[in-house]
């Protein structure tokens, strides 16, 4: 079996992939962990903080039987997911798309991380992780939770990521939040069309296709001196891809606000469904560090209603 986190692989998408086949292969059920393309930076980093190699990068999974983790849509999978036998979803977002032809095995809960979750599923089979995969999934807890200051935020993350620590052996994970995410904000290097590209994921919503990136950062300083380099590769991006709206939110881990650039065809209807106002391709967004949580549910409901 593969397991396999979403595109554009986060720390949660490589961590619980990672995790989830370590587990599976304690209870006997074979498992190689994948991802469908390059991990960001903070997922290399946490994969090298671990001491573990890459994961094979596959586009392709037809025929085979598969674990997802981090997404439930088909959109966010390879392009011939559908070819493949889905035994089962581990997530902590929205309810997507996927159905299946056979019974499957399901573990969606709202929590801030699919890690928890997978935590949670060692628990269930009387199972601990090995203390570096330990080490990765408070990494992806840390993340995705914006080291429990996001609004996703929950008891049972906070409970698995110090019960994680404590099996990496990490002693204080503020310290080791700082170190991760200093390596995600370290963008200085970074071309502006690999930036917009970042954590992005395309929304359908009413027909049309809407797609947000979404850079956390430890400040915005750097990222707004590129603004205008994004927002040309921005427009590129949304001309090729036929988007109605192409968002990328750079958010300040920091002070937990937003700062979004965006192109579209009907700028006021998005910054306006999100209680703000464009000025220059840009709105700002006070207090909103997730996407999932202050954002989709707000557009979703403008453009379905
Ligand atoms: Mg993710
Ligand atoms: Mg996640
Ligand atoms: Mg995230």
Known sequence: MLVLGHQNPDCDSLCSAIALAALFNKIGRPATPILQGKPNPEALFLLDCAGFEQPEIRTSVAGEDIFIVDYS??????????????????????????????????????????????????????????????????????SDTVNFQGPTTTELDKRAAFALAKIAGVDDIKVFAKAQFEAKSDIKNVSAAELILRDQKVFEMAGEKIAIGQLEL??????????????????????DKGYHSTLVLLT??????????????????????????????VFELPGVVSRKKQIIPFLQSAFES
């Open 73 to 142: 849509d088909w959109g966010q999978g390879t392009s011939d997911m559908k070819k493949a036998r889905v035994r089962g979803i581990v997530d902590h977002h929205k309810l997507g798309d996927i159905t299946t032809s056979e019974p499957l095995e399901c573990w969606i809960w709202p929590v801030g991380c699919s890690a928890t979750i997978v935590y949670n599923m060692y628990k269930f089979h009387e199972k601990s992780p090995e203390p570096a995969i330990a080490k990765l999934m408070m990494g992806a807890i840390i």
């Open 218 to 239: 430890t400040s915005l300083t750097v990222a707004l001196q590129k603004k205008d380099e994004m927002l040309v590769e921005m427009r590129q991006l949304q001309a």
């Open 252 to 281: 300040d881990i920091t002070t937990l606000d937003t700062t979004a650039l965006i192109i579209s065809k009907d700028a006021d209807k998005v910054a306006n469904a999100l209680n703000s106002s464009v000025e220059g391709n």
